[in-house]
Nanobody
Framework: VQLVESGGGLVQPGGSLRLSCAAS????????MSWYRQTPGQERDFVAS????????NYAADVKGRFTISRDNAKNTVYLQMNSLKPEDTAVYYC??????????WGQGTQVTVSS
């Protein structure tokens, strides 16, 4: 399993970013895909999930209405569109999936910094 995130960067408050996670090594279309984020000294927190075939999504309360998770099964890629960004959204964002034994797989992370 390989997960490679991209799209992070520096953005001003109120701005937008789109993160991408390219996946390989498993049947992407059948896998639930999630985004998490982590700040220094804190635990990794759930952000959003897209269940197989994209039929269902789930969001953390503090990003609901601002962030949108989507997936392109033809490209084995999951996205996180982040709008109305706030300084408290600053974190390293990680892509995640689990296998049939509930083992977690993570990407290397991509830094998102929201600052003026």
């Amino acid at each position: 399993v390989q997960l490679v995130e991209s799209g992070g960067g520096l953005v001003q408050p109120g701005g937008s970013l789109r993160l991408s996670c390219a996946a390989s090594g498993f049947t992407f279309s059948r896998a639930a895909m999630s985004w998490y984020r982590q700040t220094p000294g804190q635990e990794r927190d759930f952000v959003a999930s897209s269940f197989s075939a994209g039929a269902s999504t789930n969001y953390a309360a503090d990003v609901k209405g601002r962030f949108t998770i989507s997936r392109d099964n033809a490209k084995n890629t999951v996205y996180l569109q982040m709008n109305s960004l706030k300084p408290e959204d600053t974190a390293v964002y990680y892509c995640n999936t689990q296998d049939e034994r509930d083992r977690d797989y993570w990407g290397q992370g991509t830094q998102v910094t929201v600052s003026s």
